[in-house]
């Protein structure tokens, strides 16, 4: 599979929102698209769905968050979950590929398995250190991305982006393997640094579709 390449945009919007809907998901997801975006990342079979048909030629980071009792993982957890991203039309299914345990017990390198053997699905692993990242890409991950930094709870007192993996990463996994600057970047300039640091590509999200988030950052400021 081809590396990733430049900026990637993640379309997502929280429970709640007027953004959620499958429709609204799909007309940012194609302007970000038209305006020189490689490719979009989506959370959920319906979103996933709605922008395949809109998109057909698009490159699809798919995902689908759902919460379990016995795990903190949230990030495609399990092979249900990866099933369905794929099947919705996702070109890749990102899943946690941290080192915590998964719902009912489930093994990453199983499921990593599995998926390439029953599916013939590309991966995108996210991770939240250099030793995840490594032994994701040895599991067969073809793509490595910070996503999780900052966000497990072995990293809960970093803040992304994660510039402190990056060249880390970039030395240590093979040439082929694509490395992906994801969580926190917020501005061009970072993005650009992502790069220069190693990255082959960078997700950004809230920057560019957080909607709520944003309106609701620059009220407070305002406050």
Known sequence: MRKPQGLIVSVQAPE???????EVIAA??????????????????????????????????????????????YITPGWHEIEMVWAAGAS?????????????????EALIQRAQRELGAPLMADIDSVANGLRAAQLGCPWVGTTLYGYTE???GLKPPAWDLLGALREQLADDVGLICEGGVASAGQARQALDLGADAVV???AITGVDLQVAAYRAALA
């Not at 490689?38 to 079979?45: A, D, K, T």
């Not at 990102?94 to 489930?106: E, F, H, K, S, Y």
Request: proline residues 9%; positive net charge.
């Open 154 to 156: 072995e990293t809960a």
């Open 92 to 108: 890749v299914v990102a899943l946690d590929a941290t080192a915590r345990p998964r719902p009912q017990g489930q093994s990453l």
């Open 28 to 73: 940012m997801a194609e302007a970000s698209l038209l305006n020189g975006a490689s490719g979009v990342r989506l959370e959920s079979p319906e979103h996933i769905g709605a922008v395949r048909r809109r998109c057909p030629e698009a490159l699809i980071i798919g995902l689908w968050k759902r919460t379990f009792p016995d795990s903190s993982v």
């Open 16 to 22: 709640g929102s007027p953004m959620r809907d499958p």
């Open 204 to 206: 950004v999200g809230t």
